[in-house]
T-cell receptor, first 117, second 112 residues
Framework: AQSVAQPEDQVNVAEGNPLTVKCTYS??????LFWYVQYPNRGLQFLLKYITGDNLVKGSYGFEAEFNKSQTSFHLKKPSALVSDSALYFCAVRDRKSGAGSYQLTFGKGTKLSVIP | AAGVIQSPRHLIKEKRETATLKCYPIPRHDTVYWYQQGPGQDPQFLIS???????DKGSIPDRFSAQQFSDYHSELNMSSLELGDSALYFC???????????FGAGTRLSVL
């Protein structure tokens, strides 16, 4: 079965500093990997995905993530954190199944990011 | 741009009552997913539909059922509600070959 681990429940970073939110995955075969962000009382917003190709993926709001197959990791990064980046971040994975239809996401437990002014 | 619409946003029910949650996917999206997010938890997959046919099933209780209609909107029906059903229920839609699920704002269900 596929799974995702986010080892940090909370990450604190000073505004203007680089941030990293960690994610490791376990899946048979090659995965599809995603990062979503959730603000209080809001739905999940898509940030970026890795399907294939370059290991460094760029996404929304200046975020990027690096896919590392040997370490089975997909860490989320941003060069300079903003206070408005404070939110709950979820890493997710889905299997590469054949055929049309369902590709449900399996989420990690989430990491709360707090950017301190 | 159009987003996924969920209604109602908040719902309060008593134990053993029934609830119906509605989801209107983004136009031309062919796949709909339902997820349940308990307090402080990650979202858990319940059920999905591709082109109005059920395509996969996750950890959905037998008390719950869902369907997708001809206009592509979907409804999640929940019966014999229990306290443990209190959660945030998300609907997401996608064009499945593009591999990006877009989430609605969710319905917060409180069972008293």
């Amino acid at each position: 079965a596929q799974s995702v681990a986010q080892p940090e429940d909370q990450v604190n970073v000073a505004e203007g500093n680089p941030l990293t939110v960690k994610c490791t995955y376990s899946v048979s075969g090659n995965p599809y990997l995603f990062w979503y962000v959730q603000y209080p009382n809001r739905g999940l917003q898509f940030l970026l995905k890795y399907i294939t190709g370059d290991n460094l993926v760029k996404g929304s709001y200046g975020f990027e993530a690096e896919f590392n197959k040997s370490q089975t990791s997909f860490h989320l990064k941003k060069p300079s954190a903003l206070v408005s980046d404070s939110a709950l971040y979820f890493c997710a994975v889905r299997d590469r199944k054949s055929g049309a239809g369902s590709y449900q996401l399996t989420f990690g437990k989430g990491t709360k990011l707090s950017v301190i002014p | 741009a159009a987003g996924v619409i969920q209604s109602p946003r908040h719902l309060i029910k008593e134990k053993r009552e029934t609830a119906t949650l509605k989801c209107y996917p983004i136009p031309r999206h062919d796949t709909v997913y339902w997820y349940q997010q308990g307090p402080g938890q990650d979202p858990q997959f319940l059920i999905s539909f591709y082109e109005k046919m059920q395509s996969d099933k996750g950890s959905i209780p037998d008390r719950f059922s869902a369907q997708q209609f001809s206009d592509y909107h979907s409804e999640l029906n929940m019966s014999s509600l229990e306290l443990g059903d209190s959660a945030l229920y998300f609907c997401a839609s996608e064009i499945w070959v593009r591999h990006i699920q877009y989430f609605g704002a969710g319905t917060r269900l409180s069972v008293l």
